[in-house]
């Protein structure tokens, strides 16, 4: 994941011979050309996502939000098992919107900074619109996925995540 266009970039080991462990998200920074931050959990690493103000880890039962400028841990969520790491984070910091699984099969997350809500959705896929406003859920058993046009837009998504 990297942070806008700036020099920032989450890594996460994976691939045959990996330089970093699959529980740590290393913090690199290109201009220095070196690692600034190491975060260590107890399993494998889902998925990352960057914000200015934000860094949000997911692993396969719980998602953790920390602060990006003092790099404290701001709070955690209980989720779904999630072996994507499903999560979608807006680039707004207007309407700061995280969203993730529930804690229960077909909920979904949603934290606007204000409120958290949990709604009743379906097994699926999750994007949010970089400014916060629309979330997109798909649905996994749909009849529309076999049309032509549909389909590609489902491999995008599917490789999003």
């Known amino acids: ?13 994976g ?13 690199w920074d290109d201009s220095q050309v070196k690692c600034i931050a190491e975060f260590e959990f107890k399993s494998n690493v889902k998925g990352v996502k960057l914000r200015r103000d934000r860094i949000i880890v997911a692993l396969d039962t719980k998602v953790y939000i920390y602060n990006f400028t003092d790099l404290k841990l701001i709070d955690q969520i209980d989720t779904h098992t999630n072996p994507r790491g499903l999560i979608a984070l807006s680039s707004a910091s207007v309407y700061p919107v995280l969203v993730t699984l529930g804690s229960s099969p077909g909920e979904v997350y949603v934290d606007s900074g204000e409120k958290k809500h949990v709604i009743a959705a379906h097994q699926g896929y999750i994007s949010i619109e970089s400014g916060g406003r ?26 999003y995540f």
């Open 15 to 27: 691939g045959k011979n990996p330089k970093y462990a699959k529980n740590k998200v290393m913090l």
């Open 1 to 13: 994941e990297m942070l806008y266009r700036c020099n920032i970039l989450a890594l996460v080991g």
């Open 134 to 159: 629309i979330l997109l859920i798909l649905k996994v058993n749909c009849r529309n996925y076999n049309s032509s046009g549909f389909k590609s837009l489902w491999h995008c998504i599917s490789h």
